[in-house]
């Protein structure tokens, strides 16, 4: 009877461990931060802490809707670029620099407006890449506040995975380039 069990269990742990070895681990595309409800909710923040369209950081007010083709900003329009590490909203020690920049821009420059346009690179669904771009959006933009630049002078629009390279790895060159907000001036 001994023998028995110890050749099912070491049966049962065989067909386990086969199963667990043919298991491929999700890809970007399969992830999906929800919440036991099943609605979007990254890092299970509060309801009301969500980034979404009603948070202020739509592409809204005054100048938001000013006509600015996303896809072809003019580079003689960027005040500067702010990158961000894999999965990060948080400016990083090396980017703050850039940030004060643009802030003395904007002292030197009182009637121009700024738009922040985050982006993400494709790892990741596209309502997470949203919200992650929003997210480094809002870090900038509070950054910038911190620094004296009215909010008045800021909007933002996070363009989640819109125009990243598409299946590059996570640590490539093209892959770093994508997790960026753009501090563009506009006319």
């Known amino acids: 009877m001994k023998k028995l069990f110890t050749l099912a269990i070491a049966t049962l742990s065989l067909f386990f461990l086969a199963a667990c ?20 909710n990254p890092d299970n923040l509060p309801e009301d802490a969500s980034m979404g369209a009603d948070s202020g950081l739509a592409d809204r007010g005054e100048f938001g809707n000013s006509g600015m083709d996303y896809e072809n900003i003019n580079p ?7 990158y961000f590490g894999f999965d990060q909203y948080a400016v990083g020690p090396a980017e703050r620099g850039k940030i004060k920049s643009a802030a003395s821009f904007c002292d ?3 009637d121009v407006k700024l738009v922040l346009v985050g982006h993400t690179d494709w790892w990741g669904t ?3 890449n949203l919200l992650l771009s929003d997210k480094r959006c809002k870090a ?3 950054y910038m506040g911190n620094l004296g630049v009215s909010p008045d002078r800021m909007n933002s629009v996070g363009r ?4 990243a390279t598409l299946d590059a790895a996570k640590d490539s060159p093209e892959a770093r380039h994508d997790r960026r907000v753009d501090i563009v001036k506009v006319r």
């Open 126 to 128: 596209e309502e997470y």
């Open 108 to 110: 030197e420059n009182p």
């Open 140 to 142: 900038v933009s509070d």
């Open 160 to 163: 989640g995975e819109a125009g």
């Open 21 to 40: 070895d043919s298991m491929d681990s999700p890809s970007p595309l399969d992830t999906r931060a929800t919440n036991a409800s099943g609605t979007l």
């Open 76 to 82: 003689e329009d960027i005040v500067c670029t702010v």
